[in-house]
């Protein structure tokens, strides 16, 4: 098969397509010919040299895919191979092939082409699993998304609106419009006073649940900004690695602070991927399929041209995902 490939710590110009072994299933893991998957901010960071993949994960780059299950390893039940299917993966997804433990597999959402499934698994799981296992947001609570255009961000908000909860999110002023289309009921400059604003449109209480994705940036503004026993969750350090937090202010408002991360969770237990996975397919899939969330796909590249993938989204402006298309699959424009 082949994969893309990362000489070493860089830009895209250290990306190829080379061809690799195949893949082999091991006991409770499937193998998929892989239709597609998506760019994630953390694909970036893993490039340059400073995300490292777990151990005992591929050391390629992608972190979703969606395809065909071609190789069912011992002792699988309940999957076959042909099924469709996408999958949360710890890597590998920048390739023909990729294995895959069963516990996280999905199926393709009813209404959702296989290609496009690829767009669905690590956001989902990254906002069910910060946002509602842990944040425990609910009807009427109000939510803040920083960067509410992202891959997770664009997510978050079709969620958010759709377990009936208040949704302020953080944009530059160009993608307010989208914001809105995508379940923002305020939109905030996030260059501007943000937890002023969010004062503002939420009668003083501030934010319930706070998904962040800035680090150290933020830290100052989400605690000015969180109400009395609310959570900030923190999945991303874009921003800055550290930050000073106002303790007493926290403590004033009895909240809390969380930094999660759901690549490096074991894929068993009740915090693993496989729990996150299933509560993913028993909520979310089930709001895709009646309409009320939608994945959200900005542009279409070819897998073996990941690298000009990479440089669109580093250079800003990506509305939702970035799919990579193996188009010995599925066409890229299909």
Same mark, same amino acid.
């Given at each position: 098969?082949?994969?893309?490939?990362?000489?070493?710590?860089?830009?895209?110009?250290?990306?190829?397509?080379?061809?690799?072994?195949?893949?082999?299933?091991?006991?409770?893991?499937?193998?998929?010919?892989?239709?597609?998957?998506?760019?994630?901010?953390?694909?970036?960071?893993?490039?340059?040299?400073?995300?490292?993949?777990?151990?005992?994960?591929?050391?390629?780059?992608?972190?979703?895919?969606?395809?065909?299950?071609? @190789?069912? #390893?011992?002792? *699988?039940?309940?999957?076959?191979? $042909? /099924?469709?299917?996408? &999958? !949360?993966?710890?890597?590998?997804?920048?390739?023909?092939?990729?294995?895959?433990?069963?516990?996280?597999?999905?199926?393709?959402?009813?209404?959702?082409?296989?290609?496009?499934?690829?767009?669905?698994?690590?956001?989902?799981?990254?906002?069910?699993?910060?946002?509602?296992?842990?944040?425990?947001?609910?009807?009427?609570?109000?939510?803040?998304?920083?960067?509410?255009?992202?891959?997770?961000?664009?997510?978050?908000?079709?969620?958010?609106?759709?377990?009936?909860?208040?949704?302020?999110?953080?944009?530059?002023?160009?993608?307010?419009d989208v914001c809105r @289309?995508? #379940?923002?009921? *305020?939109v905030i400059d996030y260059? $501007? /006073?943000?937890?002023? &604003? !969010?004062?503002?449109?939420?009668?003083?209480?501030?934010?319930?649940?706070?998904?962040?994705?800035?680090?150290?940036?933020?830290?100052?503004?989400?605690?000015?900004?969180?109400?009395?026993?609310?959570?900030?969750?923190?999945?991303?350090?874009?921003?800055?690695?550290?930050?000073?937090?106002?303790?007493?202010?926290?403590?004033?408002?009895?909240?809390?602070?969380?930094?999660?991360?759901?690549?490096?969770?074991?894929?068993?237990?009740?915090?693993?991927?496989?729990?996150?996975?299933?509560?993913?397919?028993?909520?979310?899939?089930?709001?895709i399929a009646d309409g009320?969330?939608?994945? *959200?796909?900005?542009?279409?590249?070819?897998?073996?041209?990941? &690298?000009?993938?990479?440089?669109?989204?580093?250079?800003?402006?990506?509305?939702?995902?970035?799919?990579?298309?193996?188009?010995?699959?599925?066409?890229?424009?299909?």
């Amino acid at each position: 098969m082949h994969a893309i490939m990362v000489s070493g710590p860089g830009g895209p110009e250290n990306m190829s397509w080379t061809e690799v072994e195949d893949p082999v299933a091991g006991p409770g893991e499937v193998v998929l010919d892989v239709a597609a998957t998506a760019v994630n901010r953390a694909d970036l960071v893993q490039r340059e040299g400073h995300y490292p993949p777990p151990p005992g994960a591929s050391g390629l780059l992608g972190l979703e895919c969606s395809g065909r299950i071609a @190789e069912v #390893g011992p002792g *699988v039940v309940g999957w076959t191979v $042909g /099924d469709e299917v996408c &999958a !949360l993966l710890a890597g590998g997804g920048y390739a023909e092939k990729v294995t895959v433990p069963v516990a996280q597999l999905l199926p393709v959402p009813p209404g959702v082409d296989l290609v496009v499934a690829g767009s669905l698994p690590e956001v989902a799981c990254t906002v069910w699993s910060t946002v509602m296992m842990h944040g425990g947001l609910s009807a009427g609570e109000t939510l803040l998304v920083h960067g509410a255009s992202s891959g997770v961000g664009s997510h978050a908000l079709q969620v958010a609106r759709a377990v009936g909860a208040q949704v302020v999110a953080t944009a530059n002023s160009a993608r307010f419009d989208v914001c809105r @289309e995508l #379940g923002a009921d *305020v939109v905030i400059d996030y260059s $501007g /006073d943000v937890a002023g &604003a !969010l004062s503002d449109a939420t009668e003083g209480r501030g934010a319930d649940v706070i998904l962040d994705n800035m680090g150290g940036t933020n830290l100052a503004t989400n605690v000015a900004g969180v109400a009395l026993d609310g959570r900030i969750v923190v999945i991303g350090v874009q921003g800055a690695l550290t930050g000073e937090v106002n303790l007493a202010a926290l403590l004033a408002r009895r909240g809390s602070i969380a930094a999660l991360s759901l690549r490096s969770r074991p894929v068993d237990g009740s915090r693993g991927k496989g729990a996150v996975v299933a509560e993913v397919r028993d909520r979310v899939w089930p709001m895709i399929a009646d309409g009320r969330v939608r994945p *959200v796909v900005h542009a279409r590249f070819s897998l073996s041209a990941a &690298a000009h993938a990479h440089r669109m989204l580093a250079a800003g402006g990506v509305v939702g995902k970035l799919l990579l298309v193996n188009d010995q699959t599925a066409p890229v424009n299909g």
